[in-house]
């Protein structure tokens, strides 16, 4: 199985920027795709997608989001945050099966 | 609007089994794969079953091989997950989701609780 692997938490202050990682234990990249996803959930709610295919914006997701990354090494980068950014992202793989998510990073107001 | 409600959690025993149902509405629901995906309280998100949408090919994480089933009708619009054997760790809100051409979630349901307990 491809292992994401997210660091648990990260603090920010308002209107600056968070970038948040996510590596994964094998490519998920192909012919040219990139195979990794972006979600954001708030609590007591479901999960919203946010970045699919690397990089590419959700429809109605705010610019202030944006995916980057390659191969292994992802990051989904909020610029600035805003007090409603404040959840649980968490990134998943479908370059093979079983698709796997993240562990999630929290993001906190500093 | 995409509409995914499900149905059919509650508290059950270990060993038992339990079928939740997803009602769709609102796109062509024969046109998508569909999925089941699940978080433990306080926990992160895993995927635990896909369906093609012909329902002839199944995908499962070694977690819940061979206990649990997924299974959809297409002329009724409705997604299943039948699971069986059911254990302490299944314990989760299971959300159903409809799924893009290249596997990541475009819409998820509210979700169920499903509590495996005695």
């Known amino acids: 199985d491809i292992v994401l692997t997210q660091s648990p938490a990260l603090a920010v202050s308002l209107e600056q920027r968070a970038t948040i990682s996510c590596k994964t234990s094998?490519?998920?990249?192909?012919?040219?795709?990139?195979?990794m996803h972006w979600y954001q959930q708030k609590p007591g709610q479901q999960p919203k997608l946010l970045i699919y295919e690397g990089s590419n914006l959700a429809s109605g997701i705010p610019a202030r989001f944006s995916g980057s990354g390659s191969g292994t090494d992802f990051t989904l980068t909020i610029d600035p945050v805003e007090a409603d950014d404040i959840a649980t992202y968490y990134c998943q793989q479908s370059k093979d099966y079983p698709r796997t998510f993240g562990g999630g990073t929290k993001l906190e107001l500093k | 609007e995409v509409q995914l409600v499900e149905s059919g959690g509650g508290l059950v025993q270990p060993g038992r089994s339990l079928k939740l149902s997803c009602a769709a509405s609102g796109f062509t629901f024969s046109n998508y794969y569909m999925a089941w995906v699940r978080q433990a309280p306080k926990k992160g998100l895993e995927w635990v079953a896909t369906i093609s949408t012909s329902g002839s090919r199944t995908y499962y994480p070694d977690s819940v091989k061979g206990r649990f089933t997924i299974s959809r009708d297409n002329a009724k619009s409705s997604l299943y997950l039948q699971m069986n054997s059911l254990k302490s760790e299944d314990t989760a809100t299971y959300y159903c989701?409809?799924?893009?051409?290249?596997?990541?979630?475009?819409?998820w349901g509210q979700g169920v609780m499903v509590t495996v307990s005695s």
């Open positions: 094998q490519n998920v990249d192909n012919y040219g795709i990139s195979y």
């Open positions: 989701a409809r799924v893009s051409y290249s596997s990541y979630i475009y819409d």
